[in-house]
């Protein structure tokens, strides 16, 4: 895992995307995006999921899972007929910006109306291109262009210029991760576990590609395991003719030895923790350790377990970019979380606001007046009113 590239998501500006008419925030190694059910959160982290499976599937199955291009772009009386994503990024060698606007037209159809990438590279000449309706209009790469088409993103065709290469893997290699306990719980058809999916329902090979893989990393899953659910040993792989499920070992009061319990007799709770640990510690594809973000992961959780999940997401941002989504005072209540971590996310009458804290609450916090949780509890925790309009490109 050392060997991997760290690539991180440095700044996000959405336009018109679902419910966020408008944001611009800058994103560090962990985020925590604060704010009551329904306000836009999962919104926002799906951003980063639509980039991402629009490049390493096509455009057209990352908007079709979400209902079509209507249901994308955001609903208001002003009727929208566009929405944009734009990213920074950076790692070891490259920073720069990608991003594209999707157009609707007449007949539930649309259209890549824009698109752009900018990539410097340490020590070498900058990379760039912009495409307009599927053709390349302007570019600083050298050689034959591919055929580019206005239904899918241009940086599919062009990834194979060495030059945007690594951003095409970073991209593609970032995660979203909505845990399933239920899906969890079914045997499950066994794959070569390299990649956790959404729902966490190959985890059972996953458990096992670490356990032969990446050993440290399974053992650091468990001792959280071990500390958010008392008398839990470990978690591995069990076979079951051409299906598989995870068998928990779990101490027993009056036993020497753990007993063996298969998923089925697992609660919710165990198997969202689980879910959550695999999902920050296990590598990306391609050796790049590229963003994750997980909701809600204090669900279905003991209140009490929420600092250990908050020192899990903490120690798994040192390896990898962490975000998760959160409405858990219990889960804020430490010391230790900085306030340059917190978005502060607010629905307006269906319009979603999403900002750093304001101003008083990050002094509050700095000078350890109050915990995040307990300026949560009191509803301190808004966007500021100019914290969506940082400058993300400049």
């Given at each position: 895992?050392?060997?991997?590239?760290?690539?991180?998501i440095t700044g996000v500006q959405l336009r018109d995307y679902r419910s966020i008419a408008r944001c611009r925030v800058r994103l560090g190694r962990m985020t925590l995006l604060v704010g009551p059910n329904g306000s836009g959160k999962s919104?926002?982290?799906?951003?980063?999921r639509f980039v991402s499976q629009a490049l390493s599937e096509t455009l057209d199955s990352a908007l079709r899972d979400r209902g079509g291009v209507s249901e994308v772009r955001r609903r208001s009386t002003g009727h929208p007929r566009h929405?944009?994503?734009?990213?920074?990024?950076?790692?070891?060698?490259?920073?720069?910006?990608?991003?594209?606007?999707?157009?609707?037209?007449?007949?539930?159809?649309?259209?890549?109306?824009?698109?752009?990438?900018?990539?410097?590279?340490?020590?070498?000449?900058?990379?760039?291109?912009?495409?307009?309706?599927?053709?390349?209009?302007?570019?600083?790469?050298?050689?034959?262009?591919?055929?580019?088409?206005?239904?899918?993103?241009?940086?599919?065709?062009?990834?194979?210029?060495?030059?945007?290469?690594?951003?095409?893997?970073?991209?593609?290699?970032?995660?979203?991760?909505?845990?399933?306990?239920?899906?969890?719980?079914?045997?499950?058809?066994?794959?070569?576990?390299?990649?956790?999916?959404?729902?966490?329902?190959?985890?059972?090979?996953?458990?096992?590609?670490?356990?032969?893989?990446?050993?440290?990393?399974?053992?650091?899953?468990?001792?959280?395991?071990?500390?958010?659910?008392?008398?839990?040993?470990?978690?591995?792989?069990?076979?079951?003719?051409?299906?598989?499920?995870?068998?928990?070992?779990?101490?027993?009061?009056?036993?020497?030895?753990?007993?063996?319990?298969?998923?089925?007799?697992?609660?919710?709770?165990?198997?969202?923790?689980?879910?959550?640990?695999?999902?920050?510690?296990?590598?990306?594809?391609?050796?790049?350790?590229?963003?994750?973000?997980?909701?809600?992961?204090?669900?279905?959780?003991?209140?009490?377990?929420?600092?250990?999940?908050?020192?899990?997401?903490?120690?798994?941002?040192?390896?990898?970019?962490?975000?998760?989504?959160?409405?858990?005072?219990?889960?804020?209540?430490?010391?230790?979380?900085?306030?340059?971590?917190?978005?502060?996310?607010?629905?307006?009458?269906?319009?979603?606001?999403?900002?750093?804290?304001?101003?008083?609450?990050?002094?509050?916090?700095?000078?350890?007046?109050?915990?995040?949780?307990?300026?949560?509890?009191?509803?301190?925790?808004?966007?500021?009113?100019?914290?969506?309009?940082?400058?993300?490109?400049?």
């Amino acid at each position: 895992m050392a060997a991997s590239t760290r690539f991180n998501i440095t700044g996000v500006q959405l336009r018109d995307y679902r419910s966020i008419a408008r944001c611009r925030v800058r994103l560090g190694r962990m985020t925590l995006l604060v704010g009551p059910n329904g306000s836009g959160k999962s919104n926002f982290v799906d951003s980063l999921r639509f980039v991402s499976q629009a490049l390493s599937e096509t455009l057209d199955s990352a908007l079709r899972d979400r209902g079509g291009v209507s249901e994308v772009r955001r609903r208001s009386t002003g009727h929208p007929r566009h929405f944009t994503i734009d990213l920074s990024f950076e790692s070891e060698s490259i920073s720069g910006s990608y991003g594209f606007t999707i157009g609707a037209v007449r007949g539930g159809d649309y259209r890549v109306s824009h698109e752009q990438c900018n990539v410097a590279h340490l020590g070498e000449l900058p990379a760039s291109f912009v495409a307009r309706d599927g053709q390349v209009v302007e570019t600083s790469l050298r050689g034959p262009m591919p055929k580019l088409v206005d239904d899918r993103l241009g940086l599919v065709a062009l990834s194979g210029f060495e030059e945007l290469r690594p951003v095409f893997d970073g991209l593609t290699g970032m995660n979203v991760f909505n845990l399933n306990p239920e899906t969890m719980r079914q045997l499950q058809k066994p794959d070569a576990g390299d990649l956790l999916r959404r729902d966490g329902a190959n985890v059972a090979s996953v458990l096992d590609s670490l356990k032969r893989n990446h050993p440290n990393l399974k053992e650091i899953i468990e001792d959280y395991l071990r500390k958010i659910v008392p008398g839990i040993e470990s978690a591995d792989r069990a076979s079951f003719g051409a299906w598989e499920s995870v068998e928990f070992r779990q101490r027993v009061a009056g036993s020497p030895n753990p007993w063996s319990f298969q998923a089925t007799s697992m609660s919710d709770g165990t198997l969202r923790a689980l879910g959550v640990l695999v999902a920050l510690f296990s590598p990306s594809a391609q050796n790049v350790l590229a963003p994750v973000a997980v909701e809600e992961p204090e669900s279905a959780l003991h209140p009490g377990a929420a600092g250990i999940l908050l020192d899990a997401l903490g120690r798994a941002s040192e390896l990898r970019q962490v975000l998760a989504t959160t409405h858990s005072p219990e889960l804020l209540d430490s010391e230790s979380i900085e306030a340059e971590s917190l978005l502060a996310v607010r629905s307006l009458e269906g319009r979603t606001e999403i900002g750093r804290v304001g101003r008083a609450s990050i002094q509050a916090i700095k000078d350890r007046l109050f915990t995040p949780g307990e300026l949560l509890r009191v509803d301190q925790l808004a966007p500021d009113a100019d914290s969506g309009q940082d400058s993300l490109f400049s």
